[in-house]
């Protein structure tokens, strides 16, 4: 028992491992890895590998020691990075992922790519044969079984262990004048700084002039700041990303941490490698804070030491500290188990829902909303909202790590088809909801994989066009308005109209005199059996398409949409919401019933004219709007609350878009909130209704059903025939033709 | 008469009596999760007769189901007197909509008689046994049994 929970904990570990090997490599390969990187990159595998001798996990082992091995000669500089050695690199890094993976699976099989990476490895190491890593793995293993807990701190070792990471940058802001003219606040900006992690701040007031010369328009002071935590440079770059040309960004490692000899061990103390020292130099000098005006007589200014000068460019291998047990207090996250989180969430949940209903009651027994209640009741609830956010933030994760992975498939995709791609991805830190972030990973592979496989042309025909050999992708993902919007961007031929086209057409998917706009012929790709890849490849093609894409992302709530310019690239966007528990509704009635639609499944909402209803078979009816013709469906009668199906120009049309049935406009009585839900699973305690996908409690603590908009198309079987006919044949052509 | 099974002859058990269709009708207490108020609740699509629909319970949806009509007995017309048991079948919570509950019932496993088989449509395992009261006698309910068919078969 206690083994598997150790077990539990390493490949925990390993995937955090995993993610700064990739990171590390990934700043190797774009040429901005420094000393350090490679330092980092060294210690993840080895963290690795001797955790892994503790499970006797032997393959992983022998991988770990070879791929360290090339690593370490690299840090000493014994191995010059070459284009070949960089690929090598991110090949094994790969491998050691795969490789954790199949141990998690507690299989023993050894990956087909294996060998052949070994012996690259073997090669770049400069020993022929791969050394016997075996015994010395275990025996490493053995040793480091006990100090297993610390695992995530950094392995204890004499001899492999590289200097401290720089756990933080110095950040120097030249003086620059027409500071304040240009509308900048220091205070500000150190603040967002401050954010980021430990913010000192250190400020040169040598520049003040005497008090009559003195321009209060005009900026005087110069600042070095210090910050330390884990923030990488892009997040500081970020932040003063409009003062990029007056600061300098430098990471504080042992060697220009104010020349100081820090003789305290590298190991056990690398979290915060370089407090001591500035602890030891900011106690004669009080403290200074940024001052947020210009006269800052107050303000201690440090002695400006030129803390920073490295003089000797010292190699690296110095910081040899004797190693210390590794103590146990760097642990910066918490690892919870999701389904208490899960239970908080429910619990607020309902708070929020137990709120609404009291506010209701009070209301209803005739408080005055000025009443003294009332104002508390305000509290309450402002106060149950920021739990909620609170709850909701605990699920929140960044997307990092699954952009990360993006990386792999783009390196990989690229490789098989000879295509020089590059991913570029931004807002790696936007946070969205954990399941979110496991459930995008499918879609968004494929989507990557298509942006290599079709979007990007071969070097060849690019350098043609006049573009770079190298496509890129651009992969971002940010907060826009309450949902999270993810884009890929490729810098390809963009989409080929008249064959997507073409192939619609010939598949049935559209009439073949049908006139379409750009954007609907964009659009086709999203349709189900459509599948442009002229041959099938092993990468996309394989006969499930955009429409599975788009399926994947519907069901997260979200929408997916396609831009394209001939020549110049395509580009996918997804809009999610933040998170599943709530989502935006629209609160129905039908038949005395209250009901939640989907807002991100409605298009409009229309009330008819008698007109544009027209009859339509025996009892069904079609709605005329603008030039179309859309079937009505009595949404009461559909789910057995009436036998009414007659609408009427009294109903509310609501018209809903699916992926199968195209536009269909449902009939309701009335449309009488718009708001956010809390969705309820039925499933526990009921089981599944069809055309219901949950259910969620309204302000007067009554239950709601939340309609499944697609099953709701399904369910009105006889309108969606005629165009599931239509699919049929268009899914036998594309089956014979597959 | 022989004695059910599950319960040892010295057993003290205690039963949850409740009028439903007119007739008592007993639930072990460790079943029974709360006894609330009516309320009204939300209709289902495509639910069987019995399936009054789903209510809020602190949060959780769950089900309630007309026990009268549920054995048959005709259905009951909920109003704000009728009450509802929530009992926990399994992982699943339900509410059961009765006329009234009476009393706590305390008996020995001895006193319980086992029920006798009829046949009849709705006999099939779902009274447990029988335990004598003043006014004649109550059944006790297998719980399983509450849930809908076609539910369990969902889920």
């Known amino acids: 028992m206690a083994r598997d929970d150790l077990r539990a904990t390493f490949f925990a570990e390993c995937e955090d491992l995993l993610d700064q090997l990739s990171e590390g490599t990934q700043a190797l390969e774009a040429g901005t890895a420094e000393d350090e990187t490679v330092h980092a990159i060294f210690r993840a595998v080895h963290s690795i590998k001797g955790a892994a001798g503790a499970f006797g996990l032997n393959n992983l082992v022998t991988f770990a020691h070879s791929f360290e091995t090339v690593l370490d000669r690299l840090r000493s500089g014994a191995l010059v990075l070459d284009t070949d050695a960089m690929h090598t690199i991110l090949r094994s890094g790969d491998m050691l992922a795969d490789l954790v993976e199949l141990a998690q699976a507690e299989s023993d099989e050894v990956p087909d790519a294996m060998p052949g990476i070994l012996e690259r490895l073997g090669d770049l190491s400069g020993v022929s044969e791969p050394e016997p890593a075996l015994q010395g793995g275990s025996a490493d293993g053995e040793e480091e079984l006990f100090g297993f807990a610390p695992l995530a701190l950094a392995p204890i070792d004499l001899d492999e262990a590289g200097p401290a990471e720089p756990e933080g940058y110095r950040i120097r802001f030249a003086t620059v004048p027409a500071l304040f003219r240009h509308g900048h606040d220091p205070v500000l900006l150190f603040s967002h700084l401050a954010a980021l992690g430990d913010l000192e701040t250190h400020c040169d007031v040598s520049g003040l002039p005497e008090a009559g010369a003195f321009d209060p328009d005009r900026c005087y002071l110069a600042w070095t700041l210090l910050l330390r935590g884990d923030a990488s440079e892009a997040a500081i770059r970020d932040v003063l990303i409009f003062l990029d040309d007056f600061c300098e960004i430098e990471p504080l490692s042992d060697q220009n941490d104010l020349g100081e000899t820090a003789d305290f061990d590298v190991m056990g103390t690398s979290v915060r490698p370089f407090a001591d020292a500035s602890e030891a130099r900011a106690a004669p000098a009080p403290e200074a804070i940024a001052p947020s005006q210009p006269p800052a007589g107050a303000v201690t200014a440090l002695p400006q030491t030129e803390p920073a000068a490295p003089v000797e460019k010292a190699t690296v291998e110095k910081q040899k500290g004797p190693a210390k047990p590794a103590a146990a207090m760097s642990q910066t996250t918490l690892r919870v188990d999701p389904e208490r989180v899960d239970r908080l969430i429910n619990t607020v949940g309902e708070l929020i829902i137990n709120q609404a209903v009291i506010a209701q009651k009070l209301i209803e027994s005739g408080f005055a909303s000025n009443s003294d209640i009332m104002g508390d009741l305000d509290d309450y609830q402002y106060l149950a909202r920021e739990l909620q956010e609170g709850v909701m933030a605990i699920r929140a994760q960044p997307v990092k790590p699954l952009f990360q992975r993006m990386q792999r498939i783009v390196r990989e995709a690229g490789e098989m088809l000879g295509k020089d791609v590059v991913l570029v991805s931004e807002g790696e830190a936007t946070e969205i909801d954990k399941t979110l972030v496991e459930r995008l990973a499918e879609p968004l592979t494929h989507m990557i994989r298509n942006a290599v496989d079709h979007g990007i042309e071969t070097p060849d025909k690019r350098v043609a066009a006049g573009k770079p050999a190298q496509g890129t992708i651009r992969l971002s993902a940010a907060h826009y308005s309450g949902d999270v919007l993810i884009e890929i961007a490729d810098d390809g031929a963009g989409l080929n109209r008249e064959r997507i086209l073409e192939t619609a057409v010939r598949k049935g998917l559209v009439a073949s005199d049908a006139k379409l706009t750009d954007p609907e012929i964009d659009n086709l790709l999203f349709m189900a059996g459509f599948s442009t890849a002229e041959k099938v490849t092993n990468l996309s093609g394989r006969g499930v398409g955009m429409d599975v894409v788009k399926t994947a992302i519907t069901s997260l709530g979200g929408r997916v949409s396609i831009s394209s310019r001939p020549g110049q690239g395509t580009r996918f966007s997804i809009a999610l919401p933040l998170t599943l528990a709530v989502m935006d509704g629209m609160v129905i009635r039908a038949a005395g019933e209250t009901l939640v639609a989907p807002l991100s499944s409605v298009v409009e909402t229309i009330r008819p004219k008698p007109e544009d209803l027209m009859p339509y078979g025996r009892d069904g009816h079609l709605l005329s709007i603008r030039g179309t013709y859309v079937p009505i469906v009595n949404l009461a009668n559909l789910l057995g609350f009436t036998a009414d199906y007659d609408v009427t120009p009294n109903n509310i049309l609501i018209l809903i878009r699916s992926e199968h049935s195209g536009l269909v406009a449902l009939a309701v009585d009335d449309i009488s909130d718009q708001r956010q839900v809390v969705i309820k699973s039925l499933e526990g305690n009921y089981g599944t209704i069809e055309g219901i996908s949950a259910a969620t409690i309204l302000g007067d603590g009554r239950v709601a059903l939340i309609i499944d908009t697609d099953a709701i198309l399904s369910l009105a079987g006889n309108l969606g025939r005629d165009r599931a006919a239509i699919e049929e044949t268009g899914h036998a052509q594309a089956a014979a033709m597959g | ?155």
């Open chain 2, 1 to 155: 008469m022989p004695r059910p099974q599950q319960w040892g002859d010295d057993d003290i058990l205690e039963f949850v009596t409740l009028k439903a269709g007119g007739q008592s009708f007993c639930i072990e207490i460790t079943q029974i999760r709360e006894i609330r108020r009516w309320t009204p609740v939300t209709a289902l699509p495509h639910a069987e007769d019995s399936v009054l629909g789903v209510m809020n319970l602190r949060g959780a949806v769950i089900p309630i189901i007309d026990l009268a009509a549920r054995l048959g007995l005709g259905e009951c017309d909920a109003s704000s007197r009728h009450v509802i048991i929530v009992v926990a079948i399994g992982e699943m919570t339900v509410g059961l909509l009765v006329e009234s509950v009476s009393e706590i019932l305390t008996v020995e496993g001895k006193q319980i008689c086992e029920a006798p088989t009829m046949g009849g449509r709705d006999a099939p395992n779902s009274i447990l046994g029988l335990i004598s009261i003043e006014e004649g006698m109550s059944r006790i309910l297998a719980p399983e049994i509450l849930v809908p068919r076609g539910l369990t078969d969902a889920a």
